[in-house]
């Protein structure tokens, strides 16, 4: 099993004071008042908008409607708001989207703004008419009065608007809106608005903030207020819909779509690996049993024994992307009982740097492919959780640091609570966020790796150093390393034992029984047949997008979060 790497404690943005839980109690309690201020708002404006719609001449351009086959004129093209531009200007379309806001200029005049697929979004203009096509004052009451978050369809013209519209993220060009059919009815009260949806979470807890909590809300540069992500998840559907979680979850698909087309184009093979495993036999303690036909079975914690099989039996390159699971009570914003690992393991040639380099690449090919296809994306999830851009090594200069040295440079260079740190005793998480300041500030990179860690930081499976080299009082060295990014470890990995002589006698060493369930079987494979040297590593895709961007949780990262209270939704 690879070591899982620690995560980061929120933070408050830079420049800005550290945000204390009653703070964020107390900005939950306001986000629920002003949506029930939004609720009696929506209320009113239901109340004003109930006419009669008998005499209205407009009255077949406009209403609840759920098929709308026969609704729109037959020349109206049916458009996405990401697809319109110059050409459109002029012509008749059809666009569904979400309303997110609606404003009255008069009587006779209303805007309303509409948004489809993540952050793209226009405005319209409802305006009456008494010309055809025919609008009427009642149909702009209407339209304007429609509850945010509903699903609408609209046929309009395409037209310049006098200037830029600043605010949609298509400025140049607005809709000019003559039918307008409600396809499915948000509630008058939402659980949570858009605008607080895009806010950033700055509560991270899973207990309820009380509503009377007497301190003052955290200071933000704006006056809407953020939402606990007890609140997000709570309302899973807004949360989704904030254009800072899509960007989120588009830079997510990137992530895989990088790592599997780096090693497909380097002869590696892709396989599943079980969830389900007949023996905890990875860790113990930290695994999820299961009833299993009158047996008991496990939630897998990592796919390692599985990549070795596969070595073992010829496959020579193999990669894998798939859940992971453990079961620790750690209830920080750093920690999930569910992820998804990102793994690869390989036969080595000459050396076990085969497999660092191999791993190198892949995560420097996903961070400089990122940076260069999802641009838009890193921007929108910026504007809400500001960081600095991922200082990357330039090609030939990456920096790979043994554990000794790693260790060294933070007793010399680093804070002073650091200068007794020993080379044979595991970096804690402050210490490693310690190293990743010294690390930016001397090679000005986010990205470096640490080397030959002391076999009493790694699991029995971790190869020796044939050198014989030690550290403190003695302790060998292992050729095991692990990436960071930001000061945060993502990637954990190194060569493993191929001989089963040498693998019984670690596993021994680490007081575990080598005839126990789960590692019998394990070292058995290895006595079968001859197995060659290989190695690999364990990435978390969740902290790789989570610390790519800098975000104050790796819950944010994740399509469902899952944590020891919470399963649901």
Known sequence: MEPTPEQPAAA?????????????????????????????????????????????????????????????????????????????????????????????????????????????????????????????????????????????AVEATVKQPLEPVKSCRVSGLELHITKCYVLAPAPAMLGMTMGVASQPIVNFSDEKAPADDAEAAPKTETTVPAASMLTHLDNIAMHKRAPVQQAIADIRIEVKRFFRSYLEARRFKEFEPPCLIGAASEGGGNVFRLAYFGEEAFLAQSPQFYKQFEIAGGRERVFSISPVFRAENSNTPRHMTEFTGLDLEMEIKESYTEVLTTLEGVLLSIFRGLQERCAEEIETVRSVYHSEPLLLPEPGKEVRLTFAEAQKLLREEGPAEFANVRDDEDMSTPQEKALGEVVRTKYKTDFYVIDKFPETARPFYAKIDDSGATVGDGVKVTNAFDFFIRGQEVLSGGQRINDPAELEERIRAKGISPDSAGIKEYVTTFRQVGVPPHGGGGIGLDRVVAWFLALPSVHLAACYPRTPKRLMP
């Open 12 to 152: 408050a943005a830079p420049g800005e004071a550290p945000v204390s839980k009653k703070g964020a109690k107390k900005a939950e309690a306001k986000a629920k008042k002003e949506a029930l201020k939004a609720q009696r708002a929506a209320e009113l404006a239901a109340q004003a908008a109930a006419v009669t719609l008998e005499d209205d001449p407009a009255k077949d351009s406009y209403g609840d409607r759920k098929d709308t086959t026969s609704a729109f004129s037959p020349d109206a093209q049916a458009v996405e708001i990401r697809e319109l531009d110059d050409s459109h200007i002029g012509k008749t379309v059809v666009v569904r989207a979400w309303l997110q806001n609606s404003r009255v200029q008069s009587a006779k005049m209303g805007f309303v703004e509409l948004r489809k697929g993540g952050n793209w979004n226009i405005q319209g203009v409802v305006m009456a008419s008494d010309n055809a096509p025919v609008v009427s004052r009642r149909m702009v009451k209407w339209i304007t009065s429609i509850n945010p978050e509903s699903y609408i």
